[in-house]
């Protein structure tokens, strides 16, 4: 029995990154844009549709998803485009003010509050109407109000609620720049690192995907020097796709969401998983600048720091586990001897516990046209990951200093008495840096306590 998953779709991003998602769910199960099954799909083609739909009395398949915001702009956009008649409008929130949060962490958090009963009763319908239900998938951005703000409510509210059910989160973070922040989010350092407590504290798994290697990735794939968000979300989209395969193709591992971060997080904190895809293909139709696949090659391919979706390098630091999901016409021999080679490269695993390098073979859906033999997704749990939360620490604290726009949080609880909500926050993520810190070296489970 498929174990179900329900994806919660926070903010403007939150929400466009999902619907390309659906729409990619949707390629690859053969459902039309109106939930009907497509002519030339079947009932019983071998995967799990339940992972992420449902089906509704008229047969149509209804995708398991909540759509969130606090302005209806994206919300109309989806509801209004080719996807309008695939989601529940039972299961579409947009806050009856639709002014947004004013990119304001304060004002979404505190907007939660207001709305916690709609939002809980939406996700209990989805939940108590599952069979054997395992967990959440959220998507937002922690730089603006909205997905930030309301999306570290909503997370709260779902340890405090749901706390046996597994939470994965896929989270945008912000593009550096020399002023701090995003040029159209100023206080975007604050925004982070209050979403950040969250992402410690009240996720089990978050897919960590940032803007500047987004971009970098999405110019190289397309060809574009200024790529578009629609061309930005179907990176996203598709990495969301692959890391999900093991469990609506289901083979002999990775079933189910537990089993495929399991293995990937080995201590409760350090769950902030870096990740790349390959090969990617271009908007004119299924063409690469990639000519040749093998599992060798993908996982070479893979392992080079420019298709990490994270501007980290990876040189520096251990790695803590590595996931390979690997879809197409793969012989497990050829697995067998991609690993052998891989044991002669330069990898630092973590020297106190075992690590490795796993490999997950998944179907590649019968839907959807590849002109290429194997293509695979990687997650990798890695120290160095720490710089980055390190950037936003140094933006942070370079706002701080100076008590720059502190006012306008000082208008929302719970700024209202004092700041002491933004001490908690810094001290959780410095927390979390050290962890990765002390991660590399060889007593770490004797400092640590174990």
């Given at each position: ?185 100023v206080v975007q350092p604050y925004n982070s690192m209050l979403t950040m407590k969250r992402l410690t504290l009240c996720a089990d798994c978050v897919v960590v995907l940032d803007n500047n290697a987004l971009n970098r990735i999405a110019e190289d794939t397309f060809n ?36 495929l971060i399991a293995s990937l997080i080995p201590l409760p904190r350090t769950h902030f998983l870096m990740t790349g895809y390959t090969p990617l293909s271009l908007d004119r139709g299924p063409i690469s600048s990639v000519r040749k696949t093998s599992v060798l090659d ?79 997704l990687m997650l990798t749990n890695h120290t160095s990951i720490q710089n980055l939360f390190k950037r936003i620490h140094n933006q942070y604290k370079q706002l701080m200093n100076r008590e720059a726009f502190l006012e306008n949080y000082k208008k929302f609880a719970p ?36």
């Open positions: 029995m498929p174990r179900e998953l329900c994806n919660l779709m926070v903010g403007q991003c939150g929400n466009q990154v999902g619907s390309s998602f659906w729409q990619q769910l949707c390629l690859e199960h053969g459902i039309a844009n109106d939930g009907t099954l497509q002519p030339f799909a079947t009932e019983d083609a071998g995967d799990c549709k339940d992972v992420f739909f449902y089906q509704a009395d008229d047969h149509k398949y209804v995708p398991r998803a909540l759509l969130i915001d606090l302005e209806d702009r994206v919300v109309n956009k989806i509801t209004k485009g080719p996807q309008a008649n695939l989601f529940n409008p039972e299961n579409i929130f947009v806050h009856k003010q639709g002014s947004g949060a004013g990119n304001n962490w304060a004002n979404g958090f505190s907007i939660g509050h207001e709305i916690s009963d709609t939002i809980n009763e939406m996700i209990s319908r989805e939940v108590e109407g599952s069979d054997s239900f395992e967990g959440f998938v959220l998507t937002h951005s922690i730089a603006g109000g909205t997905g930030s703000g309301l999306g570290s409510f909503i997370l709260e509210d779902l340890s405090d609620h749901w706390p046996k059910k597994l939470v994965q989160t896929y989270s945008v973070f912000p593009a550096n720049s020399k002023t701090g922040g995003d040029d159209n989010v574009v020097s200024n790529p578009n968000q629609d061309q930005v979300n179907k990176l996203v989209a598709t990495v969301m796709a692959a890391s999900t395969a093991t469990l609506r193709y289901p083979g002999y591992m990775n079933n189910g969401l537990e089993d993908v996982i070479t391919r893979l392992l080079n720091p420019k298709n990490n979706m994270v501007s980290v390098g990876t040189q520096n630091g251990c790695y803590m586990s590595i996931q390979c999901i690997i879809q197409g016409d793969v012989d497990p021999s050829e697995v067998h001897q991609s690993l052998v080679r891989l044991q002669s490269r330069d990898l630092r695993f973590i020297p106190w516990g075992p690590a490795g390098c796993q490999i997950a073979l998944s179907r590649k859906s019968p839907y959807v046209e590849s002109s290429h033999r194997v293509s695979g700024f209202k008495e004092n700041l002491d909500e933004f001490k908690d926050s810094e001290e959780v993520v410095t927390s979390l840096i050290k962890d990765y810190e002390e991660a590399s070296k060889e007593d770490f489970l004797k400092d640590a306590g174990f």
